[in-house]
């Protein structure tokens, strides 16, 4: 009777422990799994900007560290450090950290809040800056030039057409009507001296003022000895204004002189060449008749030239008068001369958008022949100014970027306003500093690695921006949303 009431109870005792080792093994791992998963962490932040915060694994979008998650080794109390907790050493504005206030409000420059800075916090770094080791960018060939301050001359071409300078050209014509009697330059483009003789002309009215003045020749020698009070005198009134009249009829001094010592009248008269040059233009022939309105000649002195250069908008600031130009001659060689502006055109060709600027040029061997083209170079002397290589500017039309060492292999891309190009070199009118260090080398490489930096840090700002943080200290994330400027 006893046996089998012992077996009953040793029954129970051995079903109940192997339910329970049972059910140990069936939801033991399961409920550790839950205790992980409860310990999931609920947050990640930057170790070098705790205020920067992402619910997701990633990189800083200020430096580019690793995210930590909150609930870290040495993360206080398992939770993002409180930065607030520190001392605040001033205040700064996200992106311009040299403007500094000692008290919390807005830069009246830029409209940016600024943002408090801690005891310990590294430098601020706008929005964009990345950081690049040395090894990677020896691998992508990264080199540095410094903003300079310099002075140097301007160099830019424009077309220019050689023409006549218009107060070295000459025209032959007479006052009185007549007849050509002998030509002696007759042919376009042949060399005159001044006083040279052109042709000979018959002009009856020119042999009546001869006659009028030989005759007043001959009443002074009559009326010398008169009685009558006054008669010399009158006949020296007459034989000044036959005199006159000849030489505003450009009869020669010695024509009119000869005149007088012979007593006869000169049937044909001379003309001479009234400067030095080259005939450009005849209209004298022999037995042609002729009137005061009939140009016989053109005669152009060509030892000097102008020149009419047509300079773009954009250059003429750089013009004035007395600038040194050089002149090329595309068909000598590239044989070159020198001149210089000599006026300036007050209006702009409405077609070609140019103005016209005359410059003054001595020909020598007449190697500038009227309506030759030629190129013409400005050499406008330029104020100091800072300026870097051309290959540092990142163009992309709208905006021009420069990538600034911030050192430890930080760099920051800033915008600038470029002017002038001089020679290898280009203005930086804004946004840069003379002795900053600037990429020149591998910035297209690292202005794709800035922008998508950039846009991990605004999408950051715009994820992690929650009301419930508007109370603690700007994130930079956010200013990652404004765009440098």
């Known amino acids: 009777m006893n046996a089998p009431r012992l077996i009953l109870p040793v029954t129970l005792l051995l079903a109940g422990i192997l339910i329970g080792f049972g059910y140990g093994r069936w939801y033991g791992p399961r409920a550790e799994a839950g205790a992980e998963q409860s310990r999931k962490p609920t947050g990640y932040h930057c170790p070098m900007h705790p205020h920067f915060r992402s619910d997701k694994p990633g990189d800083c979008g200020i430096c580019g560290m690793r995210l930590v998650p909150d609930d870290a080794p040495g993360a206080a109390g398992h939770e993002a450090p409180h930065v607030e907790s520190r001392k605040i050493l001033h205040y700064r504005d996200p992106h311009n950290p040299e403007h500094k206030s000692d008290k919390p409000g807005v830069n009246p420059e830029t409209g940016n809040d600024l943002e408090p800075v801690y005891d310990g916090d590294p430098p601020a ?32 071409r424009a077309v220019g057409k050689v023409a006549l300078d218009e107060t070295r050209v000459a025209k032959v014509q007479t006052k009185i009507d007549g007849w050509v009697d002998k030509v002696f330059v007759d042919f376009t483009g042949k060399h005159v001296e001044k006083g040279q003789p052109l042709l000979t002309l018959y002009s009856p009215e020119m042999l009546a003022s001869q006659q009028e003045y030989l005759l007043a020749l001959r009443g002074r020698e009559l009326m010398r000895n ?23 009829w450009d009869l020669s001094g010695a024509q009119i002189d000869e005149i007088t010592r012979t007593g006869q009248p000169l049937k044909n008269i001379t003309l001479h060449a009234p400067t030095s040059g080259y005939v450009m233009a005849r209209n004298a022939f022999p037995k042609q008749r002729i009137t005061p309105d009939t140009e016989l000649y053109t005669v152009a002195d060509l030892s000097k030239v102008w020149i009419m250069a047509d300079v773009f908008e954009n250059e003429i600031p750089m013009i004035r008068l007395g600038l040194p130009v050089r002149i090329s001659l595309s068909y000598a060689g590239g044989r070159a001369l020198r001149g210089r502006v000599d006026y300036i055109q007050p209006q702009v060709d409405a ?41 540092a500017v990142l163009n992309t039309g709208l905006r021009q970027t420069v990538f600034v ?21 280009i203005e930086i009118k804004q946004g840069l500093r003379a002795g900053e260090r600037v990429v020149t080398s591998g910035n297209f490489l690292i202005d794709s690695e800035s922008q998508l930096k950039s846009a991990a840090a605004g999408m950051a700002g715009q994820t992690h921006g929650s009301p419930e943080r508007t109370s603690e200290r700007p994130s930079p994330a956010s200013a990652g949303e404004h765009k440098h400027d």
């Not at 007459?238 to 006159?244: E, Q």
């Open 125 to 156: 770094m706008p929005a964009g800056t990345i950081h690049v080791s040395p090894h990677k960018q020896q691998l992508i060939g990264v080199q540095y030039g410094v903003a300079a301050s310099t002075a140097g001359v301007h160099t830019f």
């Open 226 to 248: 008169s009685p009558l009070a006054g008669s010399a005198q009158q006949s020296e009134s007459l034989i000044w204004a036959a005199r006159k009249r000849l030489e505003l």
């Open 351 to 391: 077609a070609t958008r140019t103005l016209k600027v005359r410059i003054e040029a001595d020909n020598p061997a007449m190697a500038l022949k009227p309506e030759m083209f030629v190129d013409v170079e400005f050499q406008a002397a330029m104020p100091a100014r800072v300026t870097v290589l051309a290959e």
């Open 405 to 425: 060492d911030r050192g430890n292999g930080f760099l920051e891309p800033r915008q600038v306003q470029t002017g002038e190009r001089v020679g290898d070199r």
